[in-house]
C-alpha cells in the first residue's frame, strides 16, 4: 500500500537524503532507485550506512523501469538530465518531482542564457508549479511537476518574500554561506579538503550566478546575490538587506514576518540570529528580521540544512501538498544535535 515513488539519482547527496526521508515517510513505499556510474552497485556499496535496509536494487535511470513501478519519480539529477526523461515519465502517467534546475525558470530564454544551452522541451517550463511552498501552497495541489526551488533561492526568498510583498524592498541584497555539500558528490579540487578546509571564499559574484534568475523570477525585483562556500558540510545562511521604502520599526517588521509565516509549519520566525545548526537535518527555515532604523535597512537572516529545506526536504514538503497528504507527513522539522 501507500503512493510508489522512485528516486532517480540516490548515489548523489540530494537523492540519499530523499532516501532518508521517503523511507519513512508514512504514505509511501519506495519502488525504485537509480543511478548512473553507480547503477547495478548495491545500495551498501554506494552508501554502507544503508546496509541492511529492504529497498529496491539500484538500476539505471530507464524510464520504462519507472513508469512500471512507479506512481512519482523524484529526480536528483544533474541539471539537463532531467529534461531528457520528464517528457516521457509524464507522458506515462507518472508524476515528477524534480530538485534540479531544469524546470525552474518559466522563461526559455532565461534558462538557456543561465545554463549554456537551449531547454529541450520548452513547452514544459511553463507546465511546471515551483515547488515553494510558502509561495504556492495553493497552485501545489494536483501538480503533476514540480520544480523544487535551489537551496540559494530558498533561503533568500524565505528572508526576502515579506518585505517584498508589502512593497518595503524593490532591491535586494542577499549574502549566502553555503557547506560544501551544496556542490553535490562528484570530485573536484573544489570540493577537496584540502581546498575547502581552514578557507572562505566567494563565487559566482555580480550576477554570475544561475541562481540570481530564479530568485528575481520568485521575487519580482533584482536581487544583487554574493555566494560563499564554508568548511561545513551542511548547511547555508543567508543574510538579505533591503532598503526600505518607508520607515519601518522593529517591532512592525517582527509582526509581519510572524504573521506572514504563521500558517507556514516549515518556517520559524526568531526572536535572534538563527545558525546552520538549529535546522541541520530538518526541512524547516528559522528567520530572524531586525531593523537599522538610522539607515532604513532591514537586515533578514535566514538559516536552512541545504539538503533538507534547501533540496529533499521542501521537495518532500511540496510532494504532500501536490497530492493532498497531510503538509508535514515525513518531514522532520528538529534538528540533529549537537
Ligand atoms: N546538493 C545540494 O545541496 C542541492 C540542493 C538543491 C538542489 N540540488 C540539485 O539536486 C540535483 C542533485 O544534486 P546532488 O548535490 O545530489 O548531486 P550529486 O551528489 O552529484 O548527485 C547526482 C546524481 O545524479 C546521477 N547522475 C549524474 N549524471 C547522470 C546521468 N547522465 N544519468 C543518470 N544519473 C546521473 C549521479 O549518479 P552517479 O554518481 O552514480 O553517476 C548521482 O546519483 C542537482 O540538480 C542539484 O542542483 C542539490
Redesign the pocket.
Known amino acids: 500500500m501507500g503512493i510508489r515513488v522512485g528516486i ?10 530523499l532516501l532518508r526521508l521517503l523511507h519513512r515517510h508514512p504514505a509511501v513505499r519506495i519502488t525504485a532507485l ?6 547495478g ?1 548495491a545500495l551498501s556499496d ?1 552508501w554502507p550506512g544503508w546496509t541492511g535496509a529492504a529497498l529496491p536494487p ?1 538500476g ?2 530507464d524510464v520504462d523501469h519507472l513508469a512500471e513501478h512507479c506512481d512519482v519519480v523524484f ?8 529534461q ?1 526523461v520528464v517528457p516521457a515519465l509524464l507522458e506515462r502517467g507518472v508524476d515528477v518531482v ?5 524546470h525552474r525558470l518559466t522563461d526559455p530564454e532565461a534558462y538557456a542564457a543561465a545554463y549554456g544551452a537551449p531547454h529541450t522541451c520548452p513547452e514544459l517550463l511553463s507546465l511546471a508549479t515551483y515547488g515553494l511552498p510558502e509561495q504556492n501552497r495553493d497552485v501545489l495541489a494536483g501538480a503533476r511537476l514540480v520544480a ?4 540559494y533561492p ?1 533561503a533568500t526568498a524565505i528572508a526576502a518574500l515579506p518585505l517584498v510583498e508589502e512593497g518595503l524592498a524593490d532591491l535586494v541584497f542577499s549574502d549566502c554561506l ?2 560544501i ?6 570530485a573536484g579540487p573544489r570540493n577537496l579538503y584540502a581546498e575547502v578546509q581552514e578557507s572562505v571564499t566567494a563565487y559566482g559574484l555580480a550576477g554570475a550566478h544561475r541562481h540570481t534568475p530564479e530568485m528575481e523570477q520568485a521575487l519580482g525585483v533584482p536581487v544583487v546575490f554574493s555566494p560563499h562556500l564554508v568548511p561545513m558540510v ?1 548547511g ?1 545562511l543567508a543574510t538579505v538587506k533591503v532598503r526600505l521604502r518607508r520607515p519601518v520599526s522593529g517591532e512592525e517588521l517582527r509582526d509581519l514576518y510572524r504573521e506572514r509565516y504563521a500558517r507556514h509549519p516549515a518556517v520559524v520566525v526568531r526572536d535572534e540570529v538563527p545558525a546552520t545548526r538549529d535546522v541541520r537535518g530538518t526541512a524547516a527555515a528559522h528567520v530572524f528580521p531586525l531593523v537599522d532604523i538610522r539607515r532604513e535597512v532591514a537586515t533578514v537572516v535566514s538559516a536552512i540544512d ?2 533538507g529545506k ?3 526536504g ?1 521537495a518532500v514538503h511540496a510532494f504532500n501538498l501536490s497530492r493532498g497528504l497531510p503538509e508535514t507527513a515525513g518531514l522532520p522539522l528538529v534538528p540533529l544535535l549537537p
Open positions: 532517480a539519482g540516490v548515489s548523489g547527496y540530494a537523492g540519499v537524503e537509480s543511478a548512473g556510474r553507480g547503477a552497485r554506494l539500484v539505471r535511470l529526480l536528483a539529477l544533474p541539471h539537463g538530465v532531467s531528457t524534480d530538485l534540479g534546475a531544469d523544487c526551488p535551489g537551496c530558498t553555503s557547506g555539500s551544496g556542490a553535490g558528490r562528484k551542511r547555508m541545504n539538503l534547501g533540496a529533499a521542501q
